[in-house]
């Protein structure tokens, strides 16, 4: 599956709320997460996620860019009970640990487009938004920010 996302580092997350607010987007997640990326040579990662005690699994392509338009496939998350079960799978895969990453994430949806709004307090602190969804809608929702 294709995501099709604009994500980009902003100063404050203030602005996207209030937009989300005021243009009918329903606020449909809230939570902390703490997610652990992995790198394989082929140019993928793996991320465990992990939120309210549920672990999740999945797999992006790995294209370190600073463009704010990212275009690249990712796997649905798979939810497992067991850690061992995922590094077991990951170190079959030859995935090796990178980073670690400490979030507070909402996430806001209308029809096709869905702000993820995030404030990463670990390893640094800073705030990211990220809109993802059918490349029309996105691409006027990010044109409307004027970003």
Do not use: H, W
């Not at 999945?58 to 338009?69: G, M, P, R, S, V």
């Not at 507070?104 to 995030?118: P, T």
């Not at 938004?129 to 920010?145: Q, R």
Request: aromatic share 12%; with cysteine; glycine share 2%.
């Amino acid at each position: 599956m294709n995501e099709y996302e604009y994500s980009f580092k902003v100063e404050s997350i203030e602005r996207y709320i209030d937009y989300c607010n005021n243009n009918g987007y329903e606020l449909i997640d809230k939570v902390k997460q703490t997610r652990t990326l992995y790198r394989n040579s082929n140019k993928t990662m793996a991320r465990i996620t992990i939120n309210d005690n549920k672990m999740f699994l999945d797999f992006k392509e790995d294209n370190l860019t600073e463009d704010i338009l990212k275009i690249r496939k990712e796997s649905l998350p798979l939810e497992f009970n067991d850690i061992k079960s995922i590094n077991s799978i990951l170190d079959f895969l030859e995935y090796k640990k990178d980073i670690t990453l400490i979030r507070n994430r909402k996430i806001y949806e209308k029809d096709n487009v869905k702000f993820e709004i995030d404030e990463y307090e670990s390893p640094e602190v800073y705030n990211v938004v990220a809109i993802e969804g059918e490349k029309e809608e996105v691409d006027k929702v990010y044109n409307e920010l004027e970003v």
